[in-house]
T-cell receptor, first 115, second 111 residues
């Protein structure tokens, strides 16, 4: 198993600003992902965070809006750029620790409110 | 990849068994059935998974039909803390696959 910590746990931001969310895992993970969960909705995969290279984004998500870094096996950041109220969501970091490709571990999420 | 169908919501009395169904009629031979749950304001939590045999762990049991087209997650003695959204996801058994979450079943456990 793995414990995933996210910071900040919540924040209130002004329109047009950017916020970086940090994700720290207590053990090495083979893969890391970022999900978004809009109010009352299910989770949507934003991107796969690749160690030492550019993230792989899902349809509808672009690097300019959601730049992601993963400098090592246990840490990743997601930036939400030029925020608008539509970006108000919970952002969740997750990791895969082994060969069991369906068993993801999730952080508690970062609840972002954009005014 | 196989899609899943779950009821939108279910109710269960505390102490009773909660049986959550999932249909995955297009599942293929190398795909597993995974269950997650998300308690309010928390990240999703892995519960259990199986291929074709029934599985049990400390959290739940998973019953998969012989044709594998449907499954049932069983919480044998539901508690108020089991109130959550439960997601059934089909995952390929070989190679990596991104997890895609559907809308899940909102289970409400009442006293």
């Amino acid at each position: 198993s793995a414990v995933i910590s996210q910071k900040p746990s919540r924040d209130i931001c002004q329109r047009g600003t950017s916020l970086t969310i940090q994700c720290q895992v207590d053990s090495q993970v083979t893969m890391m992902f970022w999900y978004r969960q809009q109010p009352g909705q299910s989770l949507t995969l934003i991107a796969t965070a690749n160690q030492g290279s550019e993230a792989t984004y899902e349809s509808g998500f672009v690097i300019d809006k959601f730049p992601i870094s993963r400098p090592n096996l246990t840490f990743s950041t997601l930036t939400v750029s030029n925020m608008s109220p539509e970006d108000s969501s919970i952002y969740l970091c997750s990791g895969l620790t082994g060969a069991n490709t369906g068993e993801l571990f999730f952080g508690e999420g970062s609840r972002l409110t954009v005014l | 990849d196989a899609k899943t169908t779950q009821p939108t919501s279910m109710d269960c009395a505390e102490g009773r068994a909660a049986n959550l169904p999932c249909n995955h009629s297009t599942i293929s031979g190398n795909e597993y059935v995974y269950w997650y749950r998300q308690i309010h304001s928390q990240g999703p939590q892995y519960i259990i998974h199986g291929l074709k045999n029934n599985e049990t762990n400390e959290m739940a049991s998973l019953i998969i039909t012989e044709d594998r087209k449907s499954s049932t997650l069983i919480l044998p003695h539901a508690t108020l803390r089991d109130t959550a959204v439960y997601y059934c996801i089909v995952v390929r058994g070989t190679g990596f696959q991104k997890l895609v979450f559907g809308t899940g079943t909102r289970l409400l456990v009442s006293p």
